[in-house]
């Protein structure tokens, strides 16, 4: 950001304001750390702050702090409308088109308050009248560590504070081992140790905690691996059926998408997940090297995100989903074969 809107943000701060923080719909570990964090460092200015969820979230990331007083407003519409309606400022973070949001996109569109976006996906749209976005960032936890740090208040980063942040650098850079995990993020990360978040604990919390049924799920999914050696391409299918055999919970196949990127050779999967309540397919793409799943998604599946990590849907049938898939393939062979 620019030195002028850090400081013309400092000054708007400087005073209690009505503050809403929104994530992205189905927030994730990054989504949840770096609106908690945020709101726990606008708390120290005596701001009226409230996270606003489009809608719940895992149960592994609910033993955050203050994670109860999280509003969802797929549940909760009237009493966040007004919160909203209401706002001096909305912070939008860890996404930057607000259809990403959900049923959220119409009010927040039609408010008056001051946006300020922070965000570290691709192509960002210009909704806000501050934005603070960079595509080389971890995460958006490490983005929110940084703003704090531009307001010249990183003293103020306590306890509650870093175990947020912490979580959602964590998540997002699947543990450190994403090549968007720098000497910075190390750094930052060593910072946020020394001021409170006990990283054992955040790690035990959030990938040591599997059900049952989950792993039950897992080794379903682990079954459907279909392999591609022809474009070193692997995915896994999950249709709704196997969803409920195991009793599937929202978060549950958070990561599975990695097991088929792991095989040897392979540089890009998928996994499509059929979801009968919204009649769409939802699909997680990750990929190694330069091939991008961002710009993949985003000319195939109406999606999009990061390099190597981005998400997308299909309205078609979840066969349907995966023949288009598999015909695409032959459009990226040389690009695929020589990555």
């Known amino acids: 950001m620019k030195k002028q809107e850090i400081a013309d943000i400092k000054s708007l701060l400087s005073t209690p304001k009505k503050i809403v923080i929104v994530p992205h719909k ?4 990054d989504a949840i750390g770096s609106t908690l964090g945020l709101y726990f460092y606008l708390l120290k200015y005596q701001h009226e702050a409230q996270v606003i969820a489009p809608n719940d979230y895992p149960d592994f990331l609910k033993w955050m702090p203050n994670e109860d007083s999280v509003l969802k407003y797929d549940t909760q519409k009237e009493e966040s409308d007004k919160l909203i309606n209401h706002a001096d400022i909305i912070f939008t973070l860890d996404f930057n088109a607000l259809n990403r949001t959900g049923d959220m996109e119409t009010v927040l569109a039609s408010t008056e308050s001051i946006k300020i976006m922070i965000d570290h996906h691709q192509q960002p749209e210009d909704y806000a009248l501050y934005t603070y976005s960079d595509v080389s960032m971890s995460s958006t936890c490490e983005m929110v560590y940084n703003f704090i740090d531009m307001l010249g208040d990183i003293n103020k980063v306590d306890a509650n504070i870093a175990t947020c942040l912490y979580t959602g650098i964590m998540t997002d850079t699947g543990s450190f081992r994403y090549p968007s995990t720098t000497a910075t993020t190390h750094k930052v990360i060593a910072d946020l140790i020394e001021k409170g978040a006990q990283n054992a604990q955040i790690h035990n919390a959030i990938y040591d ?12 999914a682990l079954s459907n691996l279909k392999v591609l050696p022809e474009y070193r391409t692997a995915y896994i299918t999950l249709s709704q059926q196997e969803l409920n055999d195991f009793q599937y919970k929202k978060g549950d196949t958070e990561g599975f998408v990695n097991y088929a990127l792991s095989l040897q050779n392979i540089i890009f999967a998928a996994i499509f997940i059929e979801d009968q309540q919204q009649n769409i397919i939802k699909i997680s793409l990750r990929s190694k090297g330069d091939f991008s799943v961002n710009e993949f998604s985003r000319a195939h599946f109406s999606g999009g995100g990061h390099t190597n990590a981005a998400g997308g849907r299909s309205e078609s049938s979840l066969e ?13 062979k040389n690009i695929l074969k020589n990555e």
């Open 209 to 220: 905690t599997n059900s049952y049924s989950r792993l039950q799920l897992l080794g379903c």
């Open 320 to 332: 349907e989903t995966i023949e288009n898939f598999i015909s695409i393939l032959p459009s990226y």
């Open 26 to 29: 189905n927030p994730d570990g």
